[in-house]
């Protein structure tokens, strides 16, 4: 019983670099989510997706991209990584809207 | 916009003493009301939600939070807290109309001394 894995757990990131973080889900939820975690400004949201083949941009998009090929999976691509893409990211889905969100354990990506 | 406002960046109790964390939002349309707790190190996990009916809310290890429409409140409670209780808790709304996404407070860190 997976539930949502996040690969990798950490990553050093030289800037100018660029790479994905992998998210994938085994429990047919229609609803994906990326969000970064920075101390003190909770989750802010960067993209998120309906289903597979939709998505959208949530509130601090810019320096990222997403793809959803597939029900299960959300790959978040960082082309040219910067300073301030430090931080710790997180994956998320829900089946429904009235449902809660499962979280992954985290991405924390420091770039130097 | 919509936006979640959780007050208290930090909250110092000693244990066995009563707490309360913030938590007010805004929205001119219904919404969905969620609480989630962060142990160190961890993701994200549902505490309890409001969804619709009884405004008052209750978790397995002793947290409520009561649904008041009027203030645009869904403060969340415990009357007396546990060392394990230590850790962030995140406020959170799913709004009706744009009912994809899920916003979040800035977090309040529950600090417990013994």
């Known amino acids: 019983n997976a539930g949502v894995t996040q690969t990798p757990k950490f990553r050093i990131l030289k800037i100018g670099q660029s790479m994905t973080l992998q998210c994938t889900q085994d429990?047919?939820?229609?609803?994906m989510y990326w969000y970064r975690q920075d101390p003190g400004m909770g989750l802010k949201l960067i993209y998120y997706?309906?289903?597979?083949?939709?998505?959208d941009k949530g509130e601090v998009p810019n320096g990222y991209n997403v793809s959803r090929s597939t029900t299960e999976d959300f790959p978040l691509r960082l082309e040219l990584a910067a300073p301030s893409q430090t931080s710790v990211y997180f994956c998320?889905?829900?089946?429904?809207?009235?449902?809660?969100?499962?979280f992954g354990q985290g991405t924390r990506l420091t770039v130097v | 916009a919509q936006s979640v406002t959780q007050l208290d960046s930090q909250v110092p109790v000693f244990e066995e003493a009563p707490v309360e964390l913030r938590c007010n939002y805004s929205?001119?349309?219904?919404?969905?009301l969620f609480w989630y707790v962060q142990y160190p190190n961890q993701g994200l996990q549902l505490l309890l939600k409001?969804?619709?009916?009884?405004?008052l809310v209750k978790s397995i290890n002793g947290f409520e939070a009561e649904f008041n429409k009027s203030q645009t409140s869904f403060h969340l409670r415990k009357p007396s807290v546990h060392i394990s209780d230590t850790a962030e808790y995140f406020c959170a709304v799913t709004i009706y109309s744009s009912a994809s996404k899920i916003i979040f407070g800035s977090g309040t860190r529950l600090s417990i001394r013994p």
């Open positions: 429990m047919n939820h229609n609803y």
């Open positions: 998320a889905s829900r089946g429904r809207v009235d449902t809660e969100a499962f």
């Open positions: 997706s309906v289903g597979a083949g939709i998505t």
């Open positions: 929205s001119s349309v219904s919404v969905y």
């Open positions: 409001y969804l619709s009916g009884s405004t």
